[in-house]
């Protein structure tokens, strides 16, 4: 499948994402408040614009890449709805509130646009790699036809159910990651005061019961697993300050439907603390072994 894309939001994902969909034969028409995103687009295979209706130009669907939700609302209220062609397919790859994408999935619904929410998981590496996981909410006929184009940047595309299902997939398992790291740092913290050597503990935990994704993809403590973050001093890898972002989320989801989380919130607190220091919040997640032994990375 081909066909022309409006893209928003050319951050270190959306950038990534783009040149992934001109890699694959769409054309793609990006625009970003940033002339060196734009830039860096135009290098990449995209057509950028200057204006955001101008990317709608030509274009049968829309995907947004944005910081927050009221980003998002903003540029499908005020430009997808009123200047997108009709019937278009509109894709929002953002992690929002549930709340927000399920009012905008109705809203574009309203208007007969096909909509879903497909947030990702993967960090910057996969999407530039094009190996994303793919969330999304959304009815039956909307996922079938986002897809395709959904296939195009990653490597699973699974849907989730109906509007607003990609989110709260995506709400809770980051939620689950951010507190399994933490409780990994916190293993291979006491391992050390026990005696053992950090590679021995990661060769038997690693196939045990306390075996997660945190450990055997993303060790928190450098030389031990396959290669992270961890080895380039917590450096290009999924920032706290986000980690942070959809703790937050989780914590007001949560809150909203009366769902008890206190692994949830104990690791929002650890991260609301740790990123509080700008040096520390562009740091990866797996950089939160920092706070719990008390030294700086």
Not at 23 to 28: E, M
Not at 117 to 124: I, L
Not at 218 to 234: F, H, I, M, N, Q
Not at 281 to 287: C, F, G, K, M
């Amino acid at each position: 499948m081909s066909g022309t894309v409006a893209f928003f939001g050319l951050g270190n994902m959306g950038l990534g994402m783009a040149a992934n969909l001109a890699a694959k034969g769409y054309a793609v028409r990006a625009f970003d408040l940033s002339e060196a995103a734009l830039e860096k687009a135009e290098a990449a295979g995209c057509h950028a614009v200057p204006a955001a209706p101008d990317a709608l130009e030509g274009a049968e669907m829309a995907i947004t890449m944005l910081p927050a939700g009221s980003h998002v609302a903003a540029v499908w209220r005020e430009t997808l709805f009123d200047r997108a062609a009709p019937g278009s397919l509109l894709i929002d790859c953002s992690t929002i509130d549930v709340a927000t994408a399920r009012e905008l999935g109705a809203e574009a619904a309203a208007r007969g646009f096909d909509a879903v929410d497909a947030p990702v998981s993967g960090g910057v590496a996969a999407a530039a790699a094009g190996t994303l996981t793919f969330m999304v909410g959304g009815s039956d006929a909307a996922f079938a036809r986002a897809r395709p184009v959904l296939a195009a940047m990653g490597k699973a595309v699974i849907h989730a159910g109906g509007s607003g299902a990609g989110q709260a997939a995506k709400t809770a398992n980051n939620m689950l990651l951010a507190a399994t790291m933490v409780a990994t740092a916190e293993a291979f913290l006491l391992a050390q005061k026990l005696g053992l050597d950090p590679q021995r503990f990661y060769d038997i935990a690693s196939v045990s019961s306390g075996q997660s994704w945190s450990m055997t993809s993303y060790c928190p403590l450098p030389g031990v697993g396959p290669e992270s973050p961890a080895d380039r001093g917590y450096e290009g890898g999924f920032a706290s300050a986000l980690m942070l972002k959809d703790l937050r989320l989780a914590m007001e989801a949560a809150q909203a439907v009366g769902a008890s989380t206190p692994m949830g919130a104990r690791a929002a607190e650890l991260y609301e603390a740790f990123a509080a220091d700008p040096a520390r919040a562009r740091l990866d997640v797996s950089a939160i072994i920092h706070a719990l032994e008390g030294a700086a990375p």
